[in-house]
């Protein structure tokens, strides 16, 4: 997912820069909300007691329920650990002198990466595994963008990223 924000949009950029010339954040996507994790646990509860029923008042219905019970929990704990997985998330920001991406990992990890938009190489790997795969180059590193995005995702990216940078060279 992409937020592209407007240049009037606050800056968290350190000093006295004010605010970006473009900002974007980028976040994989979440198919499945709480309210949604919430009615898939209910429903696999209603699908487990149906048949469950049917062994109402004998040993094997407690057997069956334990089982059943063990189950919807190992889906809500793997589901829920998967949506802590996808809170991983990714700023750039682009001033004319300075382009930055902050990249926050699952665990609170923040990794700064900051460099002279002038010199910045953006590069699709268009043959890599993952297909499109998007790279920044500039300040002596390189660096990998919304690999959580999906190809058409990381082709759009690169050419909004181009078009900022392109907007504040001179000439």
């Known amino acids: 997912?992409?937020?592209?924000?407007?240049?009037?949009?606050?800056?968290?950029?350190?000093?006295?820069?004010?605010?970006?010339?473009?900002?974007?954040?980028?976040?994989?996507?979440?198919?499945?909300?709480?309210?949604?994790?919430?009615?898939?646990?209910?429903?696999?509860?209603?699908?487990?007691?149906i048949p469950i029923l049917a062994f109402f008042g004998t040993t094997a219905m407690l057997v069956l329920a334990a089982l059943a019970a063990f189950h919807v929990w190992l889906l809500w704990f793997f589901i829920r650990r998967n949506t802590r997985a996808l809170s991983l998330s990714e700023t750039l920001r682009l001033w004319p002198d300075l382009i930055t991406v902050e990249r926050r990992d699952p665990r609170g990890r923040v990794r700064?990466?900051?460099?002279?938009?002038?010199?910045?190489?953006?590069?699709?790997?268009?043959?890599?595994?993952?297909?499109?795969?998007?790279?920044?180059?500039?300040?002596?590193?390189?660096?990998?963008?919304?690999?959580?995005?999906s190809p058409d995702e990381r082709v759009t990216l690169k050419e909004e990223i181009e078009r900022e940078i392109r907007l504040l060279r001179p000439g």
């Open 112 to 149: 700064h990466w900051q460099a002279n938009p002038y010199w910045v190489r953006l590069t699709l790997h268009k043959n890599a595994r993952p297909e499109n795969y998007l790279t920044l180059k500039g300040g002596g590193r390189e660096i990998e963008l919304g690999a959580f995005l």
């Open 1 to 49: 997912m992409r937020d592209p924000s407007h240049p009037g949009a606050e800056s968290s950029a350190p000093g006295e820069r004010g605010d970006p010339h473009f900002e974007v954040s980028l976040w994989p996507h979440r198919s499945l909300t709480e309210t949604g994790l919430r009615w898939l646990i209910i429903g696999s509860c209603a699908a487990y007691a």
